[in-house]
Every structure is written in C-alpha cells, then in structure tokens.
C-alpha cells in the first residue's frame, strides 16, 4: 500500500509507474479512484458537461476490423438523415440547455459530403444564435476540409488514435492507403495546427493488447498535447474480423474495470484536459458513465439520434439506450449525474481548459 501511495504522490509517472496503476485491484484500486477525484475537483470541478450526440449516418468508405458499420457489413441497414432531421436535433439540444453537440458518421472523403457538413454546421450555427457549441468526428479528412469546417463553425474534433502502438494499429485495420497510421497522425496534427480543440482516444481491452500498449497510449496523450479525450472498452461485434479473436479477450467486467483505471490515471497525467464517458462503458454495466465521472471524466454525450436509426448505428452488440426517444434521455441523465456527485454545466460549452492555456502559452 505505501508504494501506491508514493507512485500516486508524484507528479510524472514512469511506463513501470502507469502498469503498475492500471494492474491495481481491491483497496488500492480504491486509492487510485480518490486520487483521480481530488485532482478532478482541484482541476476542472464538478461540473458535467453534455454534448448531445447525432450520429447522422452510418454509411462509411472504410473498413477497420472492430467496427459492426465497416463498409463491407453487408447485414447493417445503412442510413443518413436528411439535413431537416439533423437540424431538428441540434433544436433539441439547444432548447435543452444541452450546451454543445456532436456530429458523428461513417467516414466519406468525397466532396459532396464535405459541402453537405460544411453548410449543416452553418444551419446550426444560424438556429442556435450562435450558442450551441459544435464538436465533429467525421474521420480523416484533407487539411483544407478541416479548415472550411472549422471556418464554418466547428471548433472540436474528436479522431480516435484507436492504439498509439503502430503494430497494434496494423492489427486491428486493413494494411492499405486508407488506413494507415502516419495518416492519422498527420491528420490529428492538421487538426491542431486548424485550431480545433483536438481529442483523440483509444479502445480498451482490444485482441492483442497489453497494459504497456496502453501506457504508451496514456504517454501518447500527454507528448501529443492532446485537449480532450474519449476512450471506452472494445465490444465484438460478431460481423467484424476482430470477431474471430473473442476467445482470447478478457471477459467483459474486467474491460470496464481497466477502462475506468485508464480514465482514472490519464486525470493524474493531465489534470485539466476534457475527458469524456464512452458510451460503450454504459453497454457492461447501465451506471458505466457516471462510474466514469467519478473517477475522472467531465463530459457525456447523451444520444440524441432520433431513436428510430439508433439500431442501425451499432458499432457493436448490445449498444445501450437504443429504444430511447431523446426526451427520455435527458431526464434519465439529470438524476444519473446527480448519482456520481456532479452537476451538469447547462447551457455551456464546457471548453478543454487545456486548450485555452496551451493556446495562450503558444501565443506569447
Ligand atoms: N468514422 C469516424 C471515425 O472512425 O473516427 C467516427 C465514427 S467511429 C464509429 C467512432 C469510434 O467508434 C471509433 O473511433 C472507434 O474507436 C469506436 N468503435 C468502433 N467500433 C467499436 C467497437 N467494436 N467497440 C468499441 N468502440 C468502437
Ligand atoms: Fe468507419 Fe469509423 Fe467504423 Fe472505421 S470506426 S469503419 S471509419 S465508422
């Protein structure tokens, strides 16, 4: 017990220090979760920050062997809202004080697509009077699309690294131009250099994956001086490739645990970064989230798809609140936030406080 005390009252951690954190059961499991609390009151406070989460389609041109909507699931009904349902949503979430949305789909790098988000992102600039806050996470695209996004109202994005050990990343996507790793490195760079609020994240507990893979990913974050992050446990979904290598993950309760261990050390590594509650925590156990913010996250994405698509966007099995109609939703999170102790930060952007003064630094 002393040693974890001695580890959890330093202020850099070595690749040993985060293994030993991220293998950590019973008591001193318990001691970690504290740890991360006190840093997350000091560092950012208690409130929760909502972004209200449209996934507007699931039709994708690429192929990563873990996601149940890769373009080659020919069992997915594929769909795409129309902008009139888009827009509808961001109402919602704006008339609900939710503060700030989400635009998520498949990836689509055609120029269609590119105007199609750009003059959306304009729309729900123009009906919010300019209040409701945009973050997009619509994949890799050329740096001169982020910038018209950017221009045109978006000011966060969210691309997963997936696993910052290239290896890894080979193992879990097809090994071809459009799915290379330097890529997404190149893209997550053109993102900050834009102006973004830049997130990123990985998945938890993937085939092949060992604790020293997510210390790096946790390194990875703070060299890359990432603002915001979302990471979640991998769930199989039985139409992947990934799907074949079920037998050797750890079981499901075990992922959840690690994840929140990871939200948990990443808070001690980065005190006032933005660090979301995957919605995957909530498809192993229903109070996931709010586990997640009390250990370290201040941000959730409450789905606000009409619930009608919600099945068809299932990047995996079991994915949670599927039935739910938006309006449900909300009150159901007003009471599960107040359960893990926070308050939701209505009507607000909730901003990265690490943008802000990485942003400020860079300036003088
Ligand atoms: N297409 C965009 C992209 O890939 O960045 C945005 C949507 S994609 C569905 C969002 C995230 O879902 C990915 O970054 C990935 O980490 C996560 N995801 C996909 N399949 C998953 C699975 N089987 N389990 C957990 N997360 C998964
Ligand atoms: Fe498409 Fe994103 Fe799924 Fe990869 S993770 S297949 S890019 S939706």
């Known amino acids: 017990m002393n040693d974890i005390n001695n580890i959890l009252a330093q202020s850099e951690f070595s690749r040993e220090d985060i293994v030993c954190l991220l293998s950590l059961e019973g008591e001193e499991k318990t001691l970690l979760f504290r740890k ?15 972004r209200g989460l449209v996934e507007f389609s699931n039709v994708c041109g690429k192929n990563c062997y873990y996601c149940g909507i890769r373009k080659d ?19 919602f979430a704006w008339e609900n ?15 269609a697509f590119a105007d199609r988000v750009e003059n959306l992102l304009r729309e729900i600039k123009k009906l919010s009077n300019g209040e409701l806050g945009i973050t997009i996470s619509l994949g890799e695209q050329s740096p001169e699309v982020y910038r018209r996004w950017f221009e045109a109202g978006a000011h966060r994005y969210l691309l997963r690294i997936e696993s910052s050990t290239p290896e890894l990343y080979r ?6 131009e459009l799915h290379d790793f330097d890529t997404r490195l190149a893209c997550l760079r053109s993102l900050k250099e834009t102006g973004y609020q830049t997130g990123t994240g990985v998945m938890i507990g993937l085939p092949f994956q060992t604790l020293e893979n997510l210390a790096d990913d946790l390194f990875f ?5 990432i603002d915001m992050v979302g990471m979640g446990p991998y769930l199989e979904h039985a139409e992947t490739p990934l799907y074949s290598y079920r037998e050797t993950l750890m079981p499901l309760q075990q992922r959840f645990d690690l994840s ?31 586990k997640a913010v009390k250990v370290g ?10 619930g009608l698509y919600r099945n068809d966007y299932a990047l995996y099995q079991n994915k949670p609140c ?18 893990a102790e926070g308050e939701i930060g209505y009507g607000k952007w909730g901003d990265s406080k690490h943008f802000h003064k990485r942003v400020k630094a860079s300036s003088r």
């Not at 991360?36 to 909502?50: D, H, L, Q």
């Not at 594929?78 to 888009?86: A, F, G, P």
């Not at 990443?266 to 909530?282: E, G, K, Y």
């Not at 599927?322 to 359960?339: N, S, T, W």
């Open 297 to 306: 996250a201040n941000v959730i994405m409450p789905n606000i798809t009409p």
């Open 97 to 111: 004080q939710y503060g700030s949305l989400v635009l998520q789909s498949g990836e689509l790098a055609s120029p």
């Open 171 to 176: 193992k879990i996507h097809p090994n071809d």
């Open 260 to 290: 929140l261990k990871m939200v948990a050390v990443l808070r001690l590594l980065m005190p006032d970064i933005n660090i979301a509650a995957a919605t995957a925590l909530q498809a192993i156990d229903p109070l996931g989230r709010e």
């Open 73 to 91: 699931n020919d069992e997915v009904k594929r769909y795409n809202l129309s902008d009139e349902e888009i827009l509808a949503a961001a109402r």
């Open 322 to 339: 599927v039935d739910e109609e938006p309006e449900q939703c909300k009150g159901c999170l007003d009471a599960r936030i107040a359960l």
């Open 221 to 225: 974050f703070k060299t890359f001086d």
């Open 36 to 50: 991360a609390a006190e840093v997350k009151a000091v560092n950012t406070g208690s409130e929760v920050y909502f």
